[in-house]
């Protein structure tokens, strides 16, 4: 099937829930258009070789970011999501210099412990983020005086950033700071001959994803009216983790056909919920056995030159 | 009150030792980061739970039993799903979460989402400098010592120890040598199972028993083991020691999650300043 | 044979098709319900569910629900809200955009706080099991909390405390969660306007397992009663054993809703003897044992104290709907819980509606409290508080 067909498809997909008029389907899409940027955020370091743990805690910080600037400072919301994800990126290109200069496993662990920080002080501080409990009464998402209310209208603005998100992956891919980054992951000696500052690349590509995790993270608040701290946890990297092994991590159409796929899953299985992370470790072992290819062979060019 | 804090310390640290040995042990052969480590000690406790609590066999064959049950599940698992994965450090990784996933929804589906209270094998509680010890608590920690002197014997004095060490530290050397990488890959995994089976089995009926018991156990380890460096034994004894000090001083001043993140932290300033830990071999 | 075969499927369909007909040809009432059925709140969620089921089969099998002249079938829709408030939002946009459903139990605090505008803004009655008192406001009409909370009972059994024991220097301990801040100052306000002494308030963290250094720290401070507040029984149980174990000798109180059965089974029946809990249910109670019975049948287990409210807030509701006569006009039957209820609950107490002087508006079922303290192992009931 040609790579214009899959588009066709998914764009069909994406009008579909108007032909079923279903207001329940329209929050399941708007939920796979909040999770595909962030499957798409991992990804891209996936392209560089690296596995990070830390997009998570990234959505955290932009939406809780955005969240208490528009509760608390009375910050508008169209400025506030914007600063939520500058956050986040900020917190990215201040750990980045120090976390990407380590490769491989302990580089996933690192960002697996920075994630439990800061999903642990979002649990501990209480008086900002509300703690366990939740943050209540987030107000709904405002643009030029138009107020967002309906589900609808969340999935045309989720829809909106979904293809932003994508169409800026694949001309990254596309263009020479694509092949920068596959040599980045592939071999380290030929793009430092080339003259470019690999660490440097490494940190953009790092602070770019968690951008895109924060603007995710400031829709996903807006739209439920709610936040806490379970959200933005080690469940969610497994959830990016089987995304991208299912749909396959080499094309930037992967994260998009795996979330598709995978996240209306737990409505799916409503009735048999045990059945779901059952699930999905049966689905992610499948694919490492069978179709390593599409995650592991990315990575494993950069272990074996490291 | 400082005898009690450091009493506790140390009861929570042997345990935390015990779960890292087995930790270590497969990553320093295979260079795994078994996620699915704190399944095999909440399977040894569910074996506990069962054969102890509900069939009524004595305590320590109960226990046992659950070391066994974990450790042949850590052998099949490393024929099966790891050994195609020798090598590559971030498949291993990925596959030890999809086999700790299965094996938690395995148990939710067998004994349901509630923590259940296994029957008690000691109680009372004797005092050493002022402090109250537990009863059951110093039996764990007599167990846990038992477990490292027997494990450190094993490794140094025994051919298939001392093979694991070769291939620990050289695999190609090893085959030449005539060992059986095989072998060893599948005995690493089935001692890490045994040990943690055991922990678990034994820490049954101090707290409560449920599918997610492992969770916490398998973090503790993990920061442990970075703590003391990946692969080395002393280094898990040390980190387990100091870890489990340092929880009981911030719990008893602060709250465990402050606890938690400075536990974190630490294992964020041992990576990025000095990988290998405190006492760990330096990273092939 | 083949003939015999081809016939006898034929009958079978058609039996089963005639079945379909006269089952569908009933109408039907749905009552859903948002909880955790798997994973950390499962025994709370489960209970709801099927306290739930277990109140809608007795109905069904008296024939079905009698409101204004027709009958109705009681179809029970459960959802698995996970604990989280993500999945109870999919979960309500499903039952009530999706299967039409018009009447719900949302049980926790999370999916409460979470649902709480839709509910009003779609008229949906629910039913809730949340200790929040941020969940009601002067404009709430269509949640209804199921049972009296410790706002309401504590006021009561502090007195009681007072008038049959001597201690008075207390310690108060509860999860670092919204309910346990809430339990925190609700007790603190109570044992001090009553003359105890408050020696000290403690928050952990809902997952903690190993208590010693926090009780380390509170023994030091020589209370005589330790309060429990609101910690899950499991969790209960082992805070009893672990203070025991500290040489702690003074009472062991426990001022949020208990399960002495869980309680005693993770103290131990030496570390929970004495202890003083507040029950929803008496355990040798007829009514509450017919219902336990009907759930341990179907799930195999003993059920979580939660089933009773349940059981009968669902009996409440449907008093409400026979007495608005509609069952599709919710904001009628909303109105009509003041007309069902004063009404008996299966433990034979009164339920009565109240609430308006703890949160600012009558949408609650007040129940009756047992104080119960545990002899030997089981929990004998000693008193009642409302």
Known sequence: MKPVHVFLVVAALALLPWGLQSEYVFHIVTMIAIMVPMALSMNLMLKIGQLSLAQPAFMGIGAYGSVLLTMRLGVPPVLALCLGAVFSALTAVIVGPVFLRIKGVYFVLLTYAFGQIVNLVFQEWTSLFGGNGGLYGIPKFSIFGLRLAAVQQYYVFGLLFTAFTYAAMRAIERSDIGALFQSLNENEMLSRSIGSNALAWRIAAFTFSAFIAGISGAIYAFYLGFLSPDAFGFRLSVDLIVINAIGGATSVLGPLLGSILVVPLPEVLRDARQYQLLIYGLCLMIFLIFMRKGLVSLIQHHLRTA | ?284 | MVHKNILRSIAVGLALSMGLIAVTSAQTLKIGVIAPLTGGGAPWGMAAAEGTKIAAAEINAKGGLEVGGKKYRIEVVPYDDQYKAADALAGYTRLVKQDGVKYMVTLTALAGMALKQNLEDDKVVALTAAFSTKMFDPNTKYLFRIYSIPADYLPSLVSWMKANRKERRIYLVNPNDETGWDHDQVSDKAFKSDGFEVLGRELYERTQKDFQPMFTKIIATKPDIIDLGSAPPATAGLMARQVRELGYKGVIVKTGAAAPKEVIAAAGKEAAEGMIGVLGVDPVNAGYQRIAAEYKKSVGQEPNEMILPIYDSIQVLVRAIQKAGDVNNTAKVAAAFAQALPMKSVQGEELALGGKKTIGVNQQIMTVAYVGVIKNGESVTVGKIK
């Open chain 2, 1 to 284: 009150m400082i005898e009690q804090i450091f009493v506790n310390g140390v009861l929570a640290s042997l345990i935390y030792v015990i779960m890292a040995l087995g930790f270590t042990l497969i990553f320093g052969i295979m260079r795994i980061v078994n996620f699915a480590h704190g399944e095999f000690y909440m399977i040894g406790a569910v074996i506990v739970l069962f054969f102890f609590g509900t069939l009524g066999w004595p305590f320590f064959i109960a226990v046992a039993a659950g070391g066994m049950v974990s450790a042949i599940l850590g052998v099949v698992v490393e024929r099966v799903l790891f050994r195609p994965l020798v090598g590559d450090e971030l498949s291993g990784m990925i596959m030890s979460l999809a086999v700790g996933i299965i094996l938690q929804s395995v148990v939710l589906i067998a004994i349901g989402p509630a923590e259940q209270s296994a029957a008690r094998p000691f109680t009372g509680t004797w005092h050493l400098f002022g402090a109250v010890v537990p009863w059951d608590r110093t039996v764990v920690a007599l167990c846990a010592l038992a477990t490292l002197a027997v494990f450190y014997l094993f490794l140094k004095f025994s051919r298939l120890g001392l093979a694991m060490q070769a291939v620990a530290q050289d695999p190609q050397t090893a085959s030449l040598m005539g060992i059986e990488s095989g072998v060893v890959y599948a005995a690493a995994f089935g001692i890490a199972g045994l040990l943690a089976g055991l922990a678990g089995g034994l820490m049954a009926p101090i707290y409560t028993v449920g599918p997610y018991m492992g969770e916490l156990p398998m973090l503790k380890a993990f920061v442990v083991v970075i703590l003391g460096g990946l692969g080395s034994i002393p280094g898990a004894v040390m980190g387990g020691l100091l870890i489990g000090l340092s929880e009981s001083v911030l719990t008893t001043f602060l709250d465990s999650t402050a606890a938690l993140i400075a536990s974190f932290v630490i294992v964020l300033l041992v990576v990025v300043t000095r990988p290998t830990g405190l006492m760990g071999k330096s990273v092939r």
